[in-house]
């Protein structure tokens, strides 16, 4: 589908079709998130129920340390995930959503004041822009602004993945975080299944191949990008089951950072050490689901990575030292693998009569670990 063409027809989808959540053909924009934190919960707890019912994503977004920070949200829709984002930045923080669709943004604008007085602000910290994803800068948003970028089951809607990360770079400060959610396939789609209208609209057939993500971000100018979260979904209805053939599917969290401009390829391996002081990861800080700082515990990292943190709004909790030991490794996960392995654990530690909540990946003393595997 052509870039106008599918803009329009998403549009409709969401403004039109798509009036509440029952409304959707498929479970891809109402996937359940990786296990919510206290203060994430009660900040979603206090978002118009208006708002929650018109929104549709696979998964809240929500990295650590966002208080006074700016945030802009792709695809931000009737504006959920903004809303919470306004609660947890504070009052001297800032967010930004911005979307295609007039309707949805109609939903959001209504409720600002609402959210204000809810949250106790003298003045809104939200506000939203009408355009698109792959033009930000043509939306008027400004260039090395941000802190943080988010999105929730979007970035698969566009026909031009690549240009939604590299308007998200330029518009990221030098340090900037990209942590989003999405859903993506094990291989590349047939022409016929990305023509699908519904499928395409229920973020389905728009989905990127996991491994062009990683190709795409690295070619932009992001550092690798780091799998936080992810877990399998199937379509069940048979009609559209037929359509995707035997394409797999996964609702993965991501996260990488723009790197500075000067970074050199010489830059040598470090000790990095997490200090504690990030509010509610005091103890310890998840990079990703193979790496999890303990406080006050080295762990030897590589020149990428501690770049990225050093750079990021994290660096300031963190001590680092050089060091001529062999940093930890940080293979490409395979985000397929570690769901149906997740999976996998979690139906065998279940008891009979309940499936247990999925496992969180187990750490060791700050070291690098791989994913659990086997039963319990």
């Known amino acids: 589908m052509a ?26 924009c109402t996937l359940a998130s990786m296990r919510m934190p206290k203060h994430v919960r009660q900040a979603l707890g206090q978002v118009h ?16 340390l966002l208080e006074d920070t700016s945030v802009l949200d792709l695809g931000s829709g009737s504006g959920q995930d903004c809303f919470v984002l306004s609660k947890l930045v504070g ?10 669709t007039q309707e949805q943004l ?27 994803i792959e033009k930000l800068t043509e939306a008027g948003i400004q260039e090395n602004t941000y802190d943080i970028i988010i999105s929730n089951c979007v970035i698969n809607l566009s026909p031009d993945k690549k240009a939604v990360i590299q308007e998200a770079h330029k518009v990221l400060k030098e340090g900037g975080e990209l942590y989003f959610s999405d859903i ?18 229920e973020c389905v057939s728009g989905a990127l191949d996991w491994k062009e993500l990683v190709s795409i971000a690295k070619e932009v100018g992001f550092s690798t990008p780091s799998l936080v979260t ?28 723009k790197l500075p401009s000067d970074i050199s390829k010489s830059q040598e391996v470090s000790e990095a050490t997490y200090t504690g002081g990030i509010p509610y990861n005091e103890e310890e800080m998840l990079y990703d689901i193979n790496i999890t700082f303990k406080k006050n515990q080295p762990l030897i990292v590589d020149a990428e990575l501690a770049t990225s943190i050093q750079a990021s709004r994290y660096g300031k909790f963190y001590t680092f030292s050089k060091s001529t030991a062999s940093p930890v490794e940080r293979p490409v996960v395979d985000p397929f693998a570690y769901a149906q392995e997740k999976k996998l654990v979690a139906a065998c530690c279940a008891p009979s009569t309940e ?5 969180e990946p187990k750490q060791s003393n700050g070291s690098c670990q791989p994913a659990k595997t086997g039963c319990c």
């Not at 027809?9 to 079709?17: A, M, P």
């Not at 499936?355 to 496992?359: G, V």
């Open 3 to 28: 870039l106008e063409n599918t803009h329009d027809k998403v549009q409709d989808y969401y403004g039109k079709t798509l009036q509440n959540k029952d409304d959707l053909a498929t479970n891809a």
């Open 49 to 64: 129920p208006k708002v929650v019912e018109k929104f549709y994503g696979c998964g809240i977004v929500i990295p650590p």
């Open 91 to 100: 009052e001297k923080g800032h967010v930004t959503g911005i979307d295609m």
């Open 106 to 132: 109609d939903v959001a604008n209504s409720y600002i004041d609402f959210h204000t007085q809810t949250f106790g602000y003298s003045k809104p910290n939200t506000n939203y822009v009408h355009g698109y």
């Open 184 to 201: 993506y396939t094990d291989h590349q789609l047939a022409p016929e299944i990305r023509q699908h209208e519904v499928l395409w609209g």
């Open 230 to 257: 992810a877990e399998m979904f199937e379509i069940h209805k048979p009609e559209l089951r037929k359509v995707l053939g035997d394409a797999q599917f996964v609702s993965a969290t991501y996260r990488f950072f």
């Open 355 to 359: 499936q247990k909540s999925e496992p």
